[in-house]
C-alpha cells in the first residue's frame, strides 16, 4: 500500500486539519499517517482556541513517522508558529522527503487567523522552497504574490510570480471565486486550468485541507502532477456534490461519499 503523511493541526469538529486529511488520504487508497502541529477547539463556526506543540515533539512525532514507514508523499497544512515551521523544513531535508505539497494555511472560512505575522516570513523563506506544489487560496495568493486579485489573467500572473520566488509548481485555488471553482496550475513551463462549476453548497468547511491531501495521495500513487490534480478535483466535486449538511455553520463535506461497503450501512433504527 502507498503512504502518506499529513503535518498539520487538528480540527475538533474533523471538517479541516489532520482529520479530513487521513479521510481523504484513506479515501484515495493510501495509509495515511500524522504529525500533529497544533489541537484547535473548533467548529463549523469558528475556531474557539488553538494549543500548540513544542518543535522538539513535533520533530519526535516526524521522525517516527519517517524511521519506521517511509511516506511516499508529505501533505502540510496549518503550522502556526515560526519555531515549528522551521522544525518541519529541517526534518524534510533530513529525510530528502518526495512529493512535499504545501497548503498555505493563514485564515479559516470561518475568519479565524491560523498563523502568526513572522511565521508568514518563515513559511517563505524555509518551508516553501522545499516545497513541489504550493496551493494557496486567492486570498493567500494575494499575500504570496503581494498583488490583488480579481481575474483569471491576475491568478495566473500572481501564480507565476509565486512559483518563480519558490521553484515549485503553484496550484492557485478557485474556489473563492463567485462565478466558478476553476483552479490554475501554473509550472515552470505551462499554465494548466483545472476547470470546475461551482457547487451551490454553504458547507465547504475544509475544502482546502482536502483537495491539498487528496493531491498528495494521488503523487504518492506515482501519478503525475497534472493528473494528482485532475483526480484531487474529481474527488472534491464529489464529495461537495454529496451535499452533507452538518453543524450550524459552514459544515463539512462528505469525504467517504464513494466508499460502499458491508461497513458503511445505514445505522440501525
Ligand atoms: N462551491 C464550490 N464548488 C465547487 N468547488 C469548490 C467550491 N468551493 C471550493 N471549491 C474547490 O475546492 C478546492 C479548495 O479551494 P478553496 O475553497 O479556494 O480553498 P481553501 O479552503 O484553502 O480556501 C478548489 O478545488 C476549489 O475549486
Ligand atoms: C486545523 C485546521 N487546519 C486548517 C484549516 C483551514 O482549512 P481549509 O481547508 O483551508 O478550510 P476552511 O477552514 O478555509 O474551510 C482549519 N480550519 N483548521
Given amino acids: 500500500m502507498k503512504t502518506a503523511l499529513t503535518i498539520a493541526g487538528s480540527d475538533s469538529s474533523g471538517g479541516a486539519g489532520i482529520q479530513a486529511d487521513i ?7 493510501v495509509y495515511a499517517m500524522s504529525a500533529i502541529t497544533a489541537l484547535t477547539a473548533q467548529n463549523t463556526t469558528g475556531v474557539s482556541d488553538i494549543m500548540e ?17 517511509r511516506p511516499g508523499a508529505v501533505k ?11 522544525k518541519i523544513a529541517e526534518k524534510l531535508k533530513e529525510y530528502d ?3 512535499v505539497v504545501v497548503d498555505p ?17 518563515t513559511l517563505k523563506t524555509e518551508l516553501m522552497p522545499l516545497a513541489d506544489l504550493l496551493t494557496p487560496n486567492i486570498p493567500e495568493a494575494e499575500v504570496l504574490a503581494d498583488m490583488k486579485i480579481g481575474s483569471e489573467a491576475e491568478m495566473e500572473a500572481a501564480a507565476g510570480i509565486i512559483s518563480r520566488k519558490y521553484g515549485c509548481d503553484v496550484l492557485c485555488k478557485g474556489g473563492h471565486k463567485v462565478s466558478d471553482a476553476s483552479d490554475l496550475l ?8 483545472f476547470r470546475g462549476e461551482r457547487i451551490d453548497n454553504p458547507n465547504t468547511h475544509g475544502t482546502g ?23 484531487a478535483k474529481a474527488y472534491i466535486t464529489g464529495a461537495l456534490s454529496a451535499r452533507l449538511d452538518l453543524g450550524q455553520g459552514s459544515g463539512p463535506m462528505d469525504h467517504t461519499f464513494d466508499i460502499k461497503s458491508a461497513f458503511t450501512e445505514e445505522a440501525a433504527e
Fill in 53 to 69: 506543540v513544542t518543535p522538539k515533539f513535533l520533530g519526535e512525532q516526524i521522525d517516527s513517522v519517517f524511521t519506521d514507514i
Fill in 76 to 86: 502540510i497544512g496549518m503550522v502556526a508558529s515560526a519555531q515549528l515551521i522551521s
Fill in 105 to 121: 494555511v493563514m485564515v479559516a472560512t470561518s475568519g479565524a487567523k491560523l498563523i502568526s505575522d513572522d511565521a508568514i516570513e
Fill in 23 to 29: 479521510k481523504t488520504m484513506a479515501a484515495n487508497g
Fill in 186 to 193: 501554473c509550472t515552470d513551463s505551462q499554465r494548466i486550468w
Fill in 97 to 99: 522527503a518526495k512529493n
Fill in 209 to 231: 485541507c482536502t483537495l491539498s491531501s487528496a493531491i498528495a495521495s494521488n503523487l504518492a500513487k506515482g501519478f503525475s502532477m497534472e493528473k494528482s490534480i485532475e483526480r
